[in-house]
C-alpha cells in the first residue's frame, strides 16, 4: 500500500519535489494558495486540495515548502494551527529555510502535540527540485531523519542528518553564506582579470586548476558566454534569485547575533548583494545571484 504525503505550498521548488513524489510512488494531496500551481500539480499526478486541514486528513507524511519562518509558524501553529489536525502517526518535514528558533518553535509545539517533527531546508535550487537531486539538512531525532529518509530520496540525491531541530536550518544558513561569499569572491577576481585584458574563459580555466578553485567557478561561472546552460549566459534568468540570496544572508546575520558570532566576510557579502540589488533601475532582486558579477563589470 502506497503511503500519502501532504505538500503544502507548490512554488517554482515545491511544485517540482511534489511531481518527484508522484513518480516514486507516493500518494499526494497538494495544496497551495495560487490556483495555477494547484492546476500544474494535478497535471504532474497530485491529487490538488482547496484547504490544508483537508490536505493532511488520514496522510503519513506532511511536507511544507513555504516562502519564510512567519508563514510557517502561522500554518502550523498560531493561524490555520495545522499541528492540531495532523495524524499522531505522521511525520512533518519542513524544506523551507527559515530562522532556526522558527524550527524550534515548530518542534516545541509538535512534541506538546504528539507529532514527530524535522526541518528539512534545501540546497539545489529550481532546477535540481525538478530533477529530485536536491541535497536536504535535515534537523531532528535519529528515529525521525531514518523515517523521512524514504520521502527525503524521493526528491534529492544527498540527504544528512545535521542534529536536532533547528540544525538543519543551521547547515542550510552556513552553506548559502559560504555560497554568497565565493560567488561574491569569483565574480570581483574575474572581472579584475577581464579590466586587465584577460579572456574569462582562459582565466577560468587557469583557476580550476589552481588553488583559486570553487563552486561558483566550477559549477556556475557569474561571467556571460563563459559556461553554457547556466544563469549567466541566459540573461541571469533562472536559477537562485537574488533576494532568496538576501534572505538567507539575513538569516545567517539573525544567527551571528544569537551565538555572539564573528561573521564579518558574511556581512560583507549581505551588503555587496544589496548594493547589487539595488543599483540601476531593473529589478535586480528577481535576478539569479550570480548576477553579482554587474556590480563589478564596467558599462560598455
Not at 515545491?14 to 494531496?29: C, H, I, T
Not at 500544474?40 to 491529487?47: E, L
Request: net charge negative; with cysteine.
Amino acid at each position: 500500500m502506497s503511503k500519502t504525503v501532504a505538500f503544502i505550498g507548490l512554488g517554482n521548488m515545491g511544485g517540482g519535489m511534489a511531481a518527484n513524489l508522484v513518480k516514486a510512488g507516493f500518494e499526494v494531496n497538494a495544496f497551495d494558495l495560487m490556483e495555477a500551481n494547484l492546476k500544474a500539480a494535478a497535471d504532474a499526478g497530485c491529487t490538488p486540495v482547496d484547504c490544508a486541514k483537508k490536505a493532511v486528513e488520514g496522510v503519513d507524511y506532511v511536507v511544507s515548502m513555504l516562502p519564510n519562518g512567519p508563514i510557517v509558524e502561522s500554518v502550523y501553529i498560531d493561524g490555520d494551527q495545522l499541528l492540531q489536525f495532523i495524524p499522531k502517526t505522521a511525520l512533518v518535514l519542513d524544506c523551507s529555510t527559515v530562522a532556526p528558533a522558527n524550527s524550534r518553535r515548530v518542534g516545541a509545539q509538535a512534541e506538546k502535540l504528539g507529532v514527530q517533527f524535522v526541518d528539512a531546508p534545501v540546497s539545489g535550487g529550481v532546477a535540481a527540485a525538478a530533477a529530485g537531486t536536491l541535497a536536504f539538512m535535515v534537523g531532528g531525532s535519529e528515529a525521525n531523519f531514518e523515517r523521512a529518509e524514504p520521502v527525503l530520496q524521493a526528491m534529492g540525491a544527498n540527504i544528512f542528518r545535521a542534529g536536532d531541530v533547528g540544525a538543519g536550518q543551521v547547515a542550510k544558513i552556513c552553506n548559502n553564506m559560504l555560497l554568497a561569499i565565493h560567488m561574491s569572491g569569483t565574480a570581483e577576481a574575474l572581472q579584475l582579470g577581464i579590466d586587465n585584458g584577460l579572456d574569462p574563459k582562459v582565466l577560468s580555466e587557469i583557476m580550476l586548476k589552481s588553488s583559486g578553485c570553487n563552486w561558483s567557478l566550477e559549477k556556475y561561472n557569474p561571467v556571460p558566454g563563459v559556461m553554457e546552460g547556466v544563469p549567466a549566459s541566459n540573461g541571469y534568468q533562472g536559477g537562485f534569485m537574488v533576494d532568496l540570496m538576501l534572505k538567507d544572508l539575513s538569516l545567517a546575520m539573525e544567527a551571528s547575533v544569537g551565538s555572539k558570532s564573528s561573521i564579518p566576510m558574511g556581512t560583507a557579502a549581505r551588503n555587496l548583494f544589496n548594493l547589487h540589488k539595488n543599483s540601476g533601475d531593473s529589478d535586480k532582486g528577481m535576478q539569479d545571484f550570480s548576477s553579482i558579477q554587474q556590480l563589478y563589470s564596467k558599462p560598455e
